[in-house]
């Protein structure tokens, strides 16, 4: 099923004050979890298909499947990452967009999908670990309901996918407007 939504232009990034010391938008990478032949796990999938085209410049796309440490460990130091990815915990088709610091020691009511033996906060503190620097980003999960096989969205998160695209443009505008140090980012 071809998933056809209104694409409505989200919050464009802040304008960089040039009186502050050279400030430039910093590059940013959205890594999109998910499968789209497993239901709601494939939100992120969708999303990211329907973002194409409405991306400002310096911000690149990939797709990863399960989140990897390699796959952060990828994204160059002087860039931000968007992590975007279908969570259980919460109710079907929220949306929440945290920092990435904010994931670890957090309780476990959100819970990126996922049957890594590793979970999604323990792969971001140990890529910190390795790099010897915290990993600048946000995670923009959406509350899904269904990770069975298929296609089909379920009607909770089909209906959120403006909410979930908006969020995503959201977290890239704060990443590429934020001084790294700032905000917990």
Do not use: K, N, Y
């Amino acid at each position: 099923m071809t998933l056809h939504l209104p694409v409505t232009a989200g919050p464009a990034p802040a304008a960089t004050d040039s009186s502050s010391a050279g400030a430039q938008p910093v590059g940013v990478e959205v890594l999109v979890c998910g499968s789209p032949d497993r239901g709601d796990d494939g939100a992120a999938v969708a999303a990211a298909a329907l973002l194409r085209g409405h991306l400002p410049d310096g911000v690149r796309v990939r797709s990863v499947g399960q989140l990897d440490i390699d796959d952060l460990l990828a994204v160059p130091a002087a860039a931000g990452v968007v992590i975007v990815d279908a969570a259980s915990g919460l109710r079907p088709g929220q949306i929440v967009d945290l920092p990435l610091a904010g994931l670890i020691g957090r309780p476990e009511r959100l819970r990126p999908r996922s049957s890594h033996a590793v979970g999604m906060p323990e792969v971001v503190a140990l890529a910190e670990l390795i790099q010897g620097r915290p990993v600048r980003g946000r995670i923009v999960a959406i509350g899904a309901v269904d990770f069975g096989l298929g296609r089909a969205l379920s009607r909770p998160v089909a209906a959120a996918m403006p909410a979930l695209i908006s969020a995503i443009l959201g977290a890239i505008a704060e990443i590429r407007t934020t001084v790294p140090g700032e905000a917990g980012l």
